[in-house]
């Protein structure tokens, strides 16, 4: 079963301004083919398949655990997404009655992605940077922990290359913290694919990493999870589980050349995280009907209620 928390795992900047165009540039790293959908379809759907679970137990560790981590990067990108498409954090009211008789929304006809906002209101969706469906096509489980892993790595490596093309286009902050905070994070799953299949095989892959090649300390965004660590932390999302990959994950291995040094460790839980932003509803979308005073309304009744 999956814990949830209330917090992405990272802090995210509001948006300057409202940018659809960059919402569906971030779409390709939720989406896309080397995107978070991808990841966590590999990694979830192997650990649910995973073959002798009990006598391999740090390999499957290793694999549920980034599996809960890829369930948060999802979370992540999909309000990066959704913060683009709204536009800066704003405490405005929203009365409903919205005159929609001047077409208040014209400027959409010429955005990359109209349905994202014609059939989902500026909302992240599991599509790629075109709006085409991301597919269960993407997904490898063999029942082959030495394949799948060789694999993992590729997509790890992969979706690096992926995430930084995507940072490139960016101007906005929301969506460049999001592709540095995913940079370091992709590079810590790549490198422990690398060790586990060092365990199992013999072969050091760790000697092509890092690959794609791609120095984070030229980075802004990454600086701060380089220093703090995050580069040498896995996190187990668990209160109890996983602890075993600490086999792999650890062991007095080191960080990455090129990245600040340290030891390898296996952090219990999540990390701290940020907020998840509180989004502006749209009058205009809900017309002619909209109250959004009377919902409003109801849902501090039923929160007080709860408490």
Known sequence: ??????????ELPAPTKQDPNAAAAL?????????????????????????????LRPFYSLVAAI??????????????????????????GEAGGADISNAPFAAMQDIRSFASFASHAGGAMPVN?????????????????????LHNFHLECGARLHKLRVYETLTEPTGREVCGYLLVRGSVHAHAYALALKQITGADITKVLPTPNIPLDRIPECQKYLAEGSHRRLYRFSPDDYREMAGIWGNGEQALPGDPPGELEVVDGPPEGGKVHDLTGVASAFAPDYAPEEMFEVAERLWKASR
């Open 27 to 55: 779409q390709e790293l939720l989406g896309g083919k080397y995107g978070e959908m991808s990841t966590l379809g590999n990694y979830m759907f192997q650990s649910f398949n995973f073959r002798s679970k009990s006598k």
């Open 67 to 92: 599996t809960a981590e890829e369930l948060g990067h999802v979370e992540l990108v999909s309000n990066g997404v959704a913060m683009l498409a709204n536009g800066p954090d704003s405490d405005a």
């Open 129 to 149: 940077s075109n709006s085409m469906s991301w597919n269960a096509d993407m997904v490898t489980t063999t029942g082959n922990v030495v394949v799948d892993l």
């Open 1 to 10: 079963m999956f814990l949830r928390i209330d917090r992405l795992q990272a």
